[in-house]
């Protein structure tokens, strides 16, 4: 166990050290915050911690992303040793059991089989995990708390790796013109019903247009999560710009009209540029 006047005589790069550390945490003795947490207590934090280390590597800041990928460690090692003190696993079965998914997971490394692609690899790693789970659905597995597009682009790329997919990018280009116009056709019906029904068709296709564009950055690569938060990211700088902008102009910028503030925001596009 670790304790104070042992801070000298530790090696902070052994593992060990940081079992020992959490355990002195979790100890009666030790911090009143962290006796008290739960599995279910450190949830927000270990999503939280997830996203913060996703903005450093948005930011591509290497610094930061190291010290945030020791924040999820931590959460790691916190859950480990809560799961120990109930005698339910120890960080050594969380790594037994990991070591032992890999290998059987990439019998192209570890055994006989080969794969000459990255794709050749998903398309393998869903046959295996599908008998792990001994013929239960493709689907099982997708956590349902992620975020939505992340959750739509993982469904879809699970149906794809047994074939179930687009023959072509063209295909699925398509059917993003064909919701849209849908989308248009339910609106223009709420127009001039306004029921709980025609919004609840109108909310139907907007939920087909997103699963649509989502299969569209999927086949082209592109990260549906990742584009939007980038185009947020975009968004809110270029809206912050405008605002500055106008007040060193000495315009109160609640004021101004759309067509100003449309002004304001190309400028801000020409100034990013």
Not at 18 to 30: E, H, S, T
Not at 37 to 63: G, K, M, R
Not at 156 to 170: H, I, K, L, M, Y
Not at 198 to 226: H, K, P, Q
Request: aromatic share 6%; hydrophobic share 40%; net charge negative.
């Amino acid at each position: 166990m670790v304790k104070a006047n042992d801070a000298t005589e530790q090696d902070n790069r052994e593992f060990q050290t940081l079992v020992d550390i959490v355990a002195r945490l979790r100890a009666p003795d030790g911090c009143p915050w962290d006796r008290e947490q739960t599995h279910q207590s450190l949830t927000p934090f270990l999503i939280e911690e997830t996203y913060e280390a996703v903005e450093q590597i948005d930011a591509n800041s290497l610094p930061g992303l190291r010290e945030e990928l020791g924040d999820i460690l931590l959460q790691v090692m916190l859950h480990s040793e809560i799961a120990t003190e109930e005698e339910a696993f120890t960080v050594a079965d969380v790594i037994e059991g990991l070591v032992n998914k890999l290998i059987r997971r990439h019998p192209h490394v570890f055994g006989d089989a080969e794969a000459r692609t990255a794709e050749e690899v998903a398309a393998r790693w869903e046959v295996l995990k599908s008998e792990e789970r001994q013929g239960a659905s493709l689907m099982q597995g997708v956590p349902a708390n992620l975020p939505a597009l992340t959750y739509a682009q993982r469904a879809q790329g699970r149906a794809a790796n047994v074939g179930f997919d687009w023959p072509s990018v063209d295909g699925v280009m398509d059917k993003v013109v064909e919701e849209a116009q849908e989308l248009a056709e339910a609106n223009e019906s709420a127009g001039t019903e306004g029921t709980d029904e025609s919004r609840a068709a109108i909310e139907w296709e907007f939920g087909d247009l997103l699963f649509s564009l989502v299969n569209l950055g999927r086949r082209m690569d592109i990260d549906a999560e990742t584009a939007l938060r980038h185009a947020n990211r975009r968004f809110v700088t270029r809206f912050r710009t405008m605002e500055d902008t106008a007040r060193e102009r000495g315009d109160n910028f609640p004021s101004l009209s759309l067509e100003q503030m449309d002004a304001l925001w190309e400028e801000a596009k020409r100034g990013e540029a």
